[in-house]
């Protein structure tokens, strides 16, 4: 055991001296290999031990210094990893960077001398690898110099070790560094600042292959890396000297240069690397500290692990590139929990994981990236300063590397890549200085890439997204928690819930492939939210601005690439699910657009995208922080829907294919639109925003080429541009539906079904088979089959301007538009105005917010517009009526049907029950009938619910009020250059209305327009509402000429100002609308076949209802003038010439009050009318017929017919300016107003509206023309009865329609254009005019009226009386004739009539008599109104020439036959029949006549209360002469008469003065009239009058004859004032003339008539013949040649004379009447008479007198003479003639006494008065039945008309007229029982009156009526038949004849005779004097005869008078040789 011990003792001795020994030959070798290669100094201070070893270099002053080195072993120290260790202690290095550049030369050139020399044995280098280790304790490294002089980096290594391993192929070097501290330090000279400190503890592995001796593995271990970075590290020199040491060693860049073709920058040195590296790095920190403004960066990582591998023994992958291959490798990066963070702790970079990795394999290159849970806070505010040091690092760096890369060029590579990336949970928010901060997270995100190349390069990948967000907003920052599912949180800018992208692209190889490239792209997006925003655009743009302008130059290249790239085959399936667009704007809130599906199908050759469910919707108010969203069904409110939209486009064609599904809807307001509006601005904001962040160069790169293409030289024009084509366009849209909102309850609806859209080329089509367009609710307009097309030109638009030669534009665009039906419907009482009115507000805001700004061209420069080619097959415009009036009388005619449909069963059950009566008799119960009754009144209101309810069932319920229906209208409007532009357009306007001042300022214009119009209409019809009469009809219309529009701008008062509200945050917009009117002017000529119009007052009512719809159509103006009416309007607005040709023109006027009746009017026919209406004139020429149209034998009664009449209507209108001056109107808005008088209204129409107008007729028929007509006029009774029903219908006063409170209806009334005539002249020129009038067909009778030329002047005023009281009436409108001139010569009247009575087949009979009545050969007639009387009296003081009515006969020829007679007597019988049967079937007949006999009579009042005011001083007229003493002194008289009952002679006391006792002379004499009224004078005036029983006839002429009416002054009469009224009559030159004997004139029928000379006044003449001689006397019983023939003279016919039996003398009427009818304007003036105290005690004598109706006639000298024959001729025509009765009036007064006999009997008036009406009833059922019977055959006429020779009709019409003529039999015979038993039972009323009032006193009665007659003197020559010799002559002096009546039905007649006397003419007679007074008596004092008679009423019908006879005392009589021939006075 010692020995052993010495042993290992000597054994170590031995050891140790060799290990010393080996030290100092170590360090000998050492140091000289220092010396010898370094060029170092190696110094060791131990022998022993080797410590203090120095490496020092001297050129470079470098040292290495270690403290201590040994070796140590395993064995002795269980820490050391090898048995043998060479340990160091501390080691020291010291170097100077500035220095050191020139150590590596030497030492790179001594390494490479001396690599081939070593050689080491792989078993050797292994066991040495085994056994040995180096450890070093620290290591301490000084850098001196690293930046600059004064820099300073310092290094610490701990524990470190130093290991090697080999197997033999491989040597395995390991470095461990347990601790690593560095420093990199900078003296300054206040103080040391450190750049950069860095800790960490490492551990590198690296393996060597011994044999290449290349570097096979790395592999790297960092454990707790702590860097410190401070700021004065990156403003050193340090990292700037960086990359230029590091860009020199690396020869790879010459290499790479100059390689002949290009590849891959990073390939060499991948292949250069190691084949294994491994990376690991375990909890690492990095700080980046800034001392100066205290801040730092914090980045820790947990792990860093990389890992890169290459497998040379594999295959590599071939052809990765097309000069080099790849080996097979795999790379693959991981990083976990990295975390950055700020100086205040706030997380900025978090990091969860990632991996990256990389493969290549044989047959192709993978590649992976994952990543998860990526937190990125950017803070610009902390993180600028470090953006700034690092920019300053990188700057020069990088514009070395970018200009050494803009050369170099990346080859292809044609290796398959796979690459595929996984990132999820990412968040990066960034808050940038000067915009808002945003964040960008997603869930996850993988991307799969392939790049395949089997025989064609195939790229394909797969892109998927999930939950992608981009907030943007100040708490964008702050994470936050995925919000809620369908949700969208505002400031989210772009949200992603899924996207997925999958695309392929292959490529074909080979140059003569002629295969094209494919492109395939399928993208489906689930949960798109896109906003866009203010601060969205911002962020973005600052995004952009950041990344730098390298993406504004890439533009270009690209758009060249893309353009090269034509042959490339593409296909896009794009699939967007859930996807809403926002715009937000702190303004008006946000906007979103839905879209439920969006998919895009996209190829080279067709391109589609389609939409499910689209919306648009607004959110005005953003409050909540989340916006839900919904499917687009769900949205509220969506301003625009759509459920499916689809667009193609066709690249090949150039064709865009868009077509809409069903459901598309706008709803449109004018706040929407703003808001709309702000967020399309804010978004065409952000874009340029974009656009400037983007291009920033472009604007400026246009504003610089524009001059350049416009300075080109003259001399070269531009080369033509190619044609673009143009893009063909196709529209589809299934339906649609429009609505805009023009106001807040105003809105407007637009619909449409299966519209289309087509453009091809320059044409535009557009189709849509319904289109309707409501307002409010209410569906207006409905278009159906609709077609539009805008086309280059159309051919038969050239057809259409040929007919206008003035035109020079020969080609021209053309709008046509074809419509199958237009159908327009207005509601009831619907306020139309209104909503358009706010629309076109709307419209004009709208133009002024979009493009108001905008200049117009000028009209040079304007482009022509196109034409217009309007076609409608139909139109229809509708005003809808009332449903409660619409259902109203549809309930009246269910009744009326109702009422007898029950009759007909009541009289079932009437039968039924009488039937059972006669069955059972008395058996049946009274019970059962009553049952059966009442169950049929039950059953009756069961049917008529029935049918009420089923009412509208079967046919629909009438809606129209009015309407108006076209057929087959074309409308052509032509567009020409020549009337194109303003200029051109006021040249038009000048033109066509030349009569209008134009201004001299010329007028300003806003709309201007013309157009040539053609127009064509088939059937233009206008009905109201059911009526079965056409308001207007009109049929082929065609209408051609020239149309203008012009709008005047407004002055700026005349302009109104519009308020929109908008809300907020706008407030209300005022928008400014024009005031003036759209004004047209128009030269028009027309050709139409048929015009008809009917009118009639029963359609008043319902037009009045259509004038409200009409006046709800337009808005009345804003001008506070009262509103025009209608004729002012239209002639503001209508200015120019119309002319019309029309065939055929009817004017029906509607007689009856029921709108429904067809057969009641009057027709007004034009033949061949030619209309023309120019400004104020309307003329109208062609044949014109007026007929009565009604249903009886009597329609088509032509009772007017004027042939070639020009009727011309002149229209003066009375303003108080010049009346056609519409430019003057100035209107003004309300805020405009002029300053006006107070009480005074402003009118803005003031100088243009018209007061009045004054309408002047003119009818002319004296034109010539081919055709010989006569105009003539025919006239029935019944049409003259049925003119009176017609004016009586036309002249009711309607009732007001719908007016009032209770109707909302408060405006005042419009005045009628009746109302608004001040005067009215009508002319009427006629050569010759024939005039019938027949009584009736049944008798026919009648009269004729023929004139040769006349002429008929009249002109009329109206008035406007107000009526009193407070109630608001009607005015009354007084018309009054004011002239009136006519002018007629040769007048002829005959009386007609036929023997034979009415046929059946309602003609007259062609063999009617025709006899003479009157002929004249002038007649002129005057009348003047009485203002103008008035005015000429004042000025013509006691002139009675001016009289109103003056009528001047000339030639008067007169004959009263027995025929005429009887014609005269049956027309006025007729006349007369038909009056009292209109009477007696009034409702007057008997009104009043209900007598109470018990009522006492009452006293009537004989003071006038005292209240009354004083009397005026108005003179009472007073009667001249004393009072009459028949009448007054009747009672004195009698008295004295009976007092001298004895005596027989009775003397009376008279006066002188005969003729001043007649009353009718003094009232006419008197001096208060006030208007002469009617003068009618005839000259040579004569009647012939005929007998019936003796033959010739009688002559009766007056040279000149007048008749005065004059009208009085009203007086007070009593207690009654009167109006007197007077008519003077007076005959001069009057003479009678009788024919002696018979002559053959006589019997031929032919009228004698005297000649001229022989009625006209005496005068002086020569007598130039025998005849002339024998003619000339003018004395009594002369002889007299007569003339048939009026018109040739005498000489020239068979004279026939006459003998005169009344020479010349004169005949003076008056008659005096009183009548209660006063002149308002006269009875004001008058004031009540005086009141005296003793009224009641007035003398009877002026109670008697007072207002009397008297006649009187006067003839002062009368020379008669006759013979036997003609007094016998003389007796037959007074008693056949004048006094003729007719024999029906005897028994008329036979059954008028009998029925006065019958009521006498009678005792009960009622019984009476119910009779009569029973009678009433019959007559009136006659008369219904007699016009129901002539209905009946105007309908059965009618029907033969068509159809002559039907039997059947025939012969029912024979026996409806033999019904009909005994109906008319017995409505007679009852006729004239009714007016017998009316007549007379008034008259016993009457008669029980009188009785009733015997009580009263003498004083009650009064005189009525007074009658005078009186001769001054008289002679009558009784002569023999020769005429010539005497008989007998009586003489008459002072004869005098009175009668008078009284109100108590009494009369008193008086005769009295001055003198008289008888003698006797025979030549043989003994006495002379056959008859005389006894003596004579005093001139004028006493009478020789006087008979006085009273009447008083009758007694049971008998008569009783009083008579009193006194005589004067008569003479002798004597008796002659012949008493048979003796006169006896009897």
């Known amino acids: ?137 620290s290591i301490n490294i000084m850098v001196l110099k690293v930046a600059t002089s004064e820099s300073l980096w310092h290094i610490q290594i701990r524990d470190s070790s130093f290991l090697l391993d080999s197997d033999g192929k491989r040597l395995k070097c390991e470095v461990s560094l347990s601790q690593i501290n560095s420093k990199v330090l900078k003296s300054g000279q206040l103080e040391n600042t450190c750049l950069a400190e860095l800790s960490l503890t490492l551990k590198l592995c690296l393996e060597v292959g011994i044999r290449s001796r ?31 040491l590091a860009s020199k ?209 195939h790229q394909r990948g797969v892109l998927t997204v999930d939950h992608l967000c981009w907030r943007v907003g100040s708490d964008s920052h702050i994470q936050r928690a995925p919000h809620p599912p369908n949700m969208h949180v505002w400031g989210e800018a772009l949200v992603l819930d899924s996207f997925t992208l999958q695309g392929s692209y292959n490529q074909p190889l080979g140059l003569s492939s002629t295969q094209s490239d494919t492109l395939f792209l399928d993208c489906t997006i689930r949960g798109l939210q896109v906003e866009v925003s203010d601060t969205c655009a911002q962020c973005l743009s600052r995004i952009l601005s950041l990344m730098g302008p390298q993406s504004g130059k890439s533009a270009v290249p690209r758009e060249s690439s893309f353009g090269e790239s034509v042959s490339l085959l593409w296909k896009v399936d794009l699939k967007v699910e859930d996807m809403n667009l926002f715009t937000l704007s702190a303004l008006v809130g946000a906007s979103e657009i839905r879209l439920d599906t969006l998919t895009v199908l996209g190829s080279a050759e067709t391109s589609t995208v389609g939409v499910q469910g689209l919306v648009l919707a607004l959110v005005k108010s953003v409050t909540e922080k989340m916006q839900p969203c919904c499917k687009a069904p769900d949205i509220p409110t969506p301003v625009l829907s759509l459920s499916m939209l689809s667009i193609t486009y066709h690249s090949s064609i150039r064709s865009l294919e868009v077509q809409c599904g069903a459901g598309l809807t706008l709803l449109w307001s004018p706040p929407d639109h703003m808001y709309l509006y702000q967020h399309i601005l804010a978004t065409l904001q952000c874009r340029d925003l974009l656009r400037a962040t983007l291009f920033p160069e472009t604007v400026p790169l246009v504003a610089l080429e524009t001059p350049e293409t416009a300075c080109e030289p003259e001399g070269c024009p531009p080369e033509p541009s190619p044609p673009k084509r143009l893009l063909n366009l196709t529209l589809e849209v299934s339906t649609a539906k429009l609505t805009a909102f023009v106001a807040e309850d105003r809105f407007i609806t637009l619909a449409a079904e299966s519209v289309s859209l087509s453009r091809h080329g320059g044409s535009l089509q557009a189709y849509c088979p319904e289109l309707a367009a409501g307002f409010d609710g209410n569906s207006i307009f409905n278009f159906k089959e609709v077609e539009v097309q805008l086309l280059p030109e159309l051919e038969e638009m050239i057809l259409h301007r040929n007919p206008f030669p003035v035109l020079q534009t020969l080609r021209n665009r053309v709008w046509l538009l074809s419509l199958g039906s237009v159908s327009v419907e207005f509601p ?103 049952e059966l009754y009442a169950s049929l009144e039950h059953k009756n209101i069961e049917i008529y619910i029935q049918r009420s309810r089923r009412l509208y069932g079967n046919t629909p319920m009438r809606r129209a009020l009015l309407t108006w229906s076209l057929a087959g209208l074309e409308l052509v409007a032509l567009a020409d250059a020549s009337f194109h532009g303003p200029e051109r357009v006021v040249e038009q306007v000048r033109e066509l209305d030349p009569g209008s001042p134009f201004p001299a300022e010329g007028v300003d214009l806003v709309i201007q327009w013309c157009r040539m119009l053609k127009c064509s209409v088939k059937t233009f019809l206008v009905r109201i509402r059911d009526y079965p009469r056409y308001l207007f009809e009109i049929r082929d219309w065609r209408l051609m000429g020239r149309l203008v529009g012009t709008e005047q701008s407004g002055q700026p008062c005349s302009r109104r100002r519009q308020i929109l509200h908008l809300g907020l945050p706008w407030g209300n917009v005022a928008v400014e609308r024009n005031m003036p009117p759209l004004k047209f002017y128009h030269d028009f000529h027309s ?116 042939p070639d009449l020009c009727m011309t209507l002149d229209l003066q209108w009375l303003c108080h300016g010049n009346p056609h001056d519409h430019h003057g109107v100035t209107l003004r808005a309300p805020e405009f107003l002029p300053e006006v008088p107070l009480g005074q209204l402003h009118d803005s129409y003031r100088a243009f509206r018209s007061e009045n107008l004054n309408l002047s007729i003119k009818m002319d028929l004296t034109r010539h023309s081919g055709t010989i007509s006569q105009p003539r006029i025919l006239l029935y009774s019944s049409t003259l009865r049925w003119m009176q029903n017609f004016w009586a219908t036309w002249t009711s006063v309607t009732r007001p329609i719908c007016r009032g409170k209770l109707f909302n209806n408060l405006k005042p009334s419009k005045k009628k254009l009746g ?349 130039d013949s025998v005849q002339e001689l024998m003619e000339s006397g003018q004395a009594v019983g002369g002889m007299v040649t007569t003339t048939t023939d009026w018109n040739q003279p005498a000489e020239a016919q068979q004279a026939q004379q006459v003998q005169r039996i009344i020479s010349r003398c004169s005949c003076r009427m008056y008659y005096i009447s009183y009548s209660h009818d006063i002149d308002p304007e006269l009875a004001t003036q008058i004031k009540p008479p005086e009141v005296h105290e003793n009224q009641e005690k007035e003398d009877l004598l002026k109670k008697q007198e007072g207002a009397v109706d008297t006649f009187t006639l006067i003839h ?146 009064s005189v009525v009526r007074r009658t005078e007659f009186y001769f001054a003197q008289a002679r009558w020559r009784l002569t023999e038949e020769d005429g010539q010799l005497g008989i007998a002559e009586l003489e008459l002096q002072r004869f005098l004849y009175s009668k008078v009546n009284k109100s108590d039905d009494t009369a008193e007649h008086l005769l009295e005779l001055g003198w008289f006397t008888m003698n006797n003419l025979l030549p043989n007679a003994v006495y002379k004097v056959v008859l005389r007074p006894q003596s004579s008596c005093q001139s004028g004092r006493q009478l020789a005869l006087r008979l006085f008679s009273k009447v008083r009423p009758p007694v049971g019908g008998i008569s009783v008078k009083e008579h009193f006879e006194p005589f004067s005392s008569l003479g002798k009589c004597g008796a002659s040789h012949h008493p048979a021939d003796t006169p006896v006075l009897s």
């Open 1087 to 1202: 050709e139409i076949f048929q015009y008809t119009v009917v009118w009639g007052p029963c359609w008043d009512p319902a037009w009045t209802l259509i004038g409200q719809s009409v006046d709800l159509l337009t808005k009345p103006s804003a001008d506070p003038s009262p509103p025009l009416p209608w004729w002012d309007k239209s002639r503001l607005l209508f200015h120019g010439d119309w002319h019309m040709d029309i065939e055929q023109a009817n004017l029906h006027q509607l007689a009856t009050e029921d709108p429904y009746n067809t057969t009641e009017n009057m027709h007004w026919e034009w033949n061949q009318l030619s209309f023309h209406w120019k400004p104020g004139q309307f003329v109208f020429k062609g044949d014109l017929d007026v007929n009565v149209r009604t249903a009886s034998k009597y329609d088509d009664c032509c009772f007017l017919h004027l």
């Open 214 to 244: 290349q570097l096979k593995a790395i592999t790297v271990d960092v454990w707790t890396l702590h860097a410190e970075l401070h700021e004065g590290l990156f403003h050193s020199q340090l990292l700037r000297q960086g990359p230029g």
């Open 1315 to 1663: 109302q608004h005539y001040k005067q009215l002249s009508y002319t009427a020129l006629f050569p010759q005019l024939q005039v019938h009038y027949w009584a009736s067909f049944a008798q026919q009778r009648g009269i004729q009226i023929e004139c040769s030329q006349g002429h008929v002047f009249t002109r009329g005023t109206q008035r406007l009386i107000p009526q009193a009281g407070t109630v608001m009436r009607r005015l009354i409108s007084d018309w009054s004739v004011t002239q009136m001139v006519s002018d007629l010569s040769q007048v002829t009247v005959y009386l007609m009539a036929s023997p034979t009575e009415e046929n059946a087949d309602h003609c007259l009979d062609p063999l009617v008599t025709k006899t003479h009545l009157l002929s004249l050969s002038s007649l002129t007639y005057q009348r003047h109104s009485n203002r103008t009387a008035e005015e000429e009296l004042s000025t013509r003081v006691g002139d009675p020439a001016f009289h109103t009515h003056q009528l001047h006969l000339v030639d008067l020829r007169a004959s009263w036959t027995t025929t005429n007679r009887d014609i005269a007597f049956g027309l006025y019988d007729g006349y007369k029949k038909a009056a009292v049967l209109k009477r007696n079937l009034s409702t007057e007949a008997l009104k009043g006549l209900k007598i109470d006999p018990q009522m006492p009579a009452k006293k009537p009042k004989q003071s006038v209360p005292t209240s009354a005011p004083a009397p005026p001083p108005v003179n009472t007229p007073s009667f001249s002469g004393q009072p009459d003493k028949a009448s007054s002194g009747g009672a004195y008289m009698l008295q004295k008469l009976i007092e001298e009952t004895d005596r027989f002679v009775v003397f009376t006391e008279e006066e002188s003065g005969v003729s001043d006792q007649l009353c009718g002379i003094a009232a006419c004499q008197t001096d208060d009239i006030y208007n002469r009224n009617c003068l009618i004078e005839l000259v040579n005036c004569q009647m012939v009058l005929r007998g019936a029983e003796t033959e010739g006839c009688v002559i009766v002429s007056a040279a000149k004859a007048q008749l005065l009416q004059c009208q009085h002054h009203p007086a007070w009469y009593g207690d009654t004032l009167k109006q007197k009224t007077s008519w003077t009559c007076l005959l001069d030159g009057m003479q009678y003339f009788a024919t002696t004997e018979s002559s053959p004139t006589e019997q031929d029928g032919r009228q004698l008539w005297l000649e001229v000379k022989n009625i006209e006044e005496h005068r002086q003449r020569s007598l």
């Open 249 to 457: 060693p690396v020869p790879c860049s010459e290499v790479i240069e100059n390689l002949a073709e290009p590849t891959l920058p990073g390939l060499y040195l991948l292949q250069q690397l190691p084949d294994q590296i491994k990376v690991k790095m375990e909890i690492t920190s990095v700080v980046l500290s800034m001392n100066s403004q205290k801040r730092h960066l914090n980045w820790t990582l947990k792990l860093l692990h990389f890992l890169y591998h290459r497998d040379e023994d594999q295959l590599p992958l071939r052809s990765f590139t097309a000069n080099s291959d790849v080996a097979q490798m795999s790379t693959e990066l991981l990083l976990k929990d990295g975390l950055l963070l700020s100086q205040s702790r706030q997380r900025i970079v978090c990091l969860n994981s990632l991996k990256a990795s990389v493969q290549v394999t044989t047959i192709d290159l993978a590649a992976s990236l994952v990543l998860n849970t990526c937190i990125i806070h950017y803070r610009h505010l902390e993180f600028s300063h470090w953006l700034h040091m690092l920019a300053l690092e990188t700057q020069e760096s990088s514009s070395s590397v970018i200009k050494q890369t803009k050369k170099r060029t990346f080859p292809q590579i044609l290796a398959p890549i796979i690459f595929s990336t996984s990132i999820s949970n990412v968040n990066v928010s960034i808050q940038l200085g000067d915009t808002p901060p945003f964040a960008l997270g997603f869930n996850s995100i993988s991307l799969d890439y392939q790049h395949l190349r089997p025989q064609s390069i």
């Open 828 to 930: 009831y009482q619907y306020d139309f105005s209104r909503t358009l009115d706010e629309a076109v507000g709307v419209q004009k805001w709208l133009k002024g917010l979009h493009g108001g700004t905008r200049s117009q061209a000028s009209p040079s420069s304007a482009h022509l517009p196109p034409d217009l080619l309007l076609k409608v097959q139909h139109f229809s415009w509708v005003f809808l009526d009332d449903i409660f009036e619409v259902k109203l009388r549809d309930n009246y005619e269910l009744m009326k049907d109702e009422s007898k449909e029950s009759a007909k069963r009541l009289q079932l059950l009437d039968a039924k029950v009488a039937a059972l009566r006669k069955q059972h008799g008395e058996l049946l119960p009274a019970r059962k009938i009553e």
């Open 1 to 137: 055991m010692p020995l052993f011990f010495s042993a290992l003792l000597a054994l170590l001795l031995v050891t140790l001296s060799a290990l010393f020994l080996g030290r100092w030959l170590v360090v000998r070798l050492a140091t000289k290999w220092c010396q010898r290669k370094l060029q170092a100094e190696l110094k060791i201070g131990s022998f022993f031990w080797i410590q203090n070893v120095s490496l020092k270099f001297q050129q470079h002053q470098q040292t290495v210094e270690i403290d201590s080195l040994w070796i140590s072993s395993k064995l002795l120290s269980h820490d050391l990893p090898h048995y043998v260790a060479l340990c160091f202690g501390e080691v020291r290095i010291r170097t100077d960077l500035q220095k050191v550049s020139g150590l590596f030369a030497p030492f790179s050139q001594s390494t490479g001398v001396h690599q081939k020399e070593l050689s080491f044995s792989p078993s050797l280098l292994k066991i040495f690898c085994q056994l040995f280790s180096i450890h070093v304790d």
């Open 1756 to 1901: 002062h000298e009368l020379e008669i003479s006759t013979n036997p024959a003609q007094y016998a001729m003389i007796l037959d025509i007074v008693n056949n003639l004048l006094l003729h009765v007719e024999p029906k009036r005897k028994e008329h007064s036979e059954k008028k006494q009998r029925v006065r006999f019958q009521l006498e009997i009678s005792s009960n008036p009622e019984e009476q008065r119910s009779s009569i009406l029973h009678l009433q009833e019959a007559v009136r059922q006659h008369v219904a039945q007699i016009r129901q019977l002539e209905k009946q055959m105007y309908s059965i006429m009618k029907s033969l008309q068509d159809d002559s020779k039907n039997e059947n009709l025939l012969d029912l019409n024979q026996k409806l007229q033999l019904q009909l003529n005994q109906e008319k039999a017995n409505l007679q015979l009852e006729s004239e029982e009714l007016n017998i038993l009316i007549r007379c039972f008034k008259d016993f009323q009457l008669q029980q009156a009188n009785k009733m009032e015997l009580r009263k006193q003498q004083e009650d009665v």
